[in-house]
């Protein structure tokens, strides 16, 4: 088999030339474990760069804390952490979100399927009600253009955009509009999720080393 390798232990096979041929790359056993490799309308978007631990990890971390506790006491839907494929044809885009939020309403409808793979579920196909992105120094262009536009053409009803980098730190909560995504104002740092019924507030502090720690509250 003829392969394009982008660097050491990246491999992508030449007969990758669509979207399905991708997806069944994404879904084999040869898929590589280290690194982000996703499908952006006919490209192959590869980052092998290291995840901070603080203005990254630890903030997706907080976000899947927060809304699976909530989920379990409100029993909307599911949320999916970071590790789980999205894919949607209908935007051309096969990625890995650091948050996924699929309703109960959008199963039953069929608009997000579960993919099967050799053990069990591996992969979501559809329009979920939800995805997050946490912006990283490798990931500016990725999250706040790219995805913007992909998430849209998907139908997804609300991009949540989170860059802790900068002072002041950015929370969007971005609603599926007309034309392209509608930034949700906030009030008093707090922003409402249609797709929760709930408003959510994101505070920084410092920990006991004096590193960066975020926290997510609800309402």
Same mark, same amino acid.
Request: aromatic share 12%.
């Given at each position: 088999?003829?392969?394009?390798?982008?660097?050491?232990?990246?491999?992508?096979?030449?007969?990758?030339?669509?979207?399905?041929?991708?997806?069944?790359?994404? /879904?084999?056993?040869?898929?590589?474990? +280290?690194?982000?490799? =996703?499908?952006?309308?006919?490209?192959?978007?590869?980052?092998?760069?290291?995840?901070?631990?603080?203005?990254?990890?630890?903030?997706?971390?907080?976000? $899947?804390?927060?809304?699976?506790?909530?989920?379990?006491?409100? /029993?909307?839907?599911?949320?999916?952490?970071?590790? @789980?494929?999205?894919?949607? #044809?209908?935007?051309?885009? $096969?990625?890995?979100?650091?948050?996924?939020? @699929? =309703?109960?309403? $959008?199963? +039953?409808?069929?608009? @997000?399927? /579960?993919?099967?793979?050799?053990?069990?579920?591996?992969?979501?196909? !559809? &329009?979920?009600?939800?995805?997050?992105?946490?912006?990283?120094?490798?990931?500016?262009?990725?999250?706040?253009?790219?995805?913007?536009?992909?998430?849209?053409?998907?139908? @997804? &009803?609300?991009?949540?955009?989170?860059?802790?980098?900068?002072? #002041?730190?950015?929370?969007?909560?971005? /609603?599926? !509009? +007309?034309?392209?995504?509608?930034?949700?104002? &906030?009030?008093? !740092?707090?922003?409402?999720?249609?797709?929760?019924?709930?408003?959510?507030?994101?505070?920084?502090?410092?920990?006991?080393? !004096?590193? #960066?720690?975020?926290?997510?509250? $609800?309402?």
């Amino acid at each position: 088999m003829n392969t394009v390798i982008i660097e050491e232990n990246i491999k992508i096979p030449r007969w990758i030339v669509g979207l399905a041929s991708f997806r069944r790359w994404a /879904r084999s056993e040869a898929f590589p474990e +280290r690194g982000r490799i =996703s499908y952006f309308k006919g490209e192959i978007w590869v980052d092998m760069s290291p995840e901070e631990l603080y203005t990254h990890n630890q903030v997706k971390g907080e976000f $899947s804390q927060v809304l699976g506790l909530l989920l379990k006491q409100v /029993r909307l839907g599911k949320y999916f952490s970071d590790g @789980v494929l999205l894919s949607n #044809p209908t935007a051309n885009l $096969s990625t890995v979100p650091d948050g996924i939020f @699929v =309703s109960w309403k $959008s199963f +039953r409808k069929k608009l @997000v399927k /579960r993919i099967r793979g050799t053990e069990g579920f591996v992969e979501l196909e !559809g &329009t979920p009600d939800m995805t997050l992105e946490v912006v990283s120094r490798s990931s500016v262009r990725k999250d706040k253009i790219l995805l913007r536009e992909l998430y849209f053409r998907a139908g @997804v &009803t609300e991009y949540w955009l989170v860059d802790v980098r900068p002072t #002041p730190f950015q929370f969007d909560i971005l /609603r599926l !509009g +007309r034309f392209g995504y509608v930034r949700t104002p &906030t009030r008093s !740092g707090w922003v409402k999720s249609s797709v929760f019924g709930k408003s959510f507030k994101l505070t920084r502090h410092l920990d006991e080393l !004096g590193d #960066p720690e975020f926290r997510l509250a $609800s309402q």
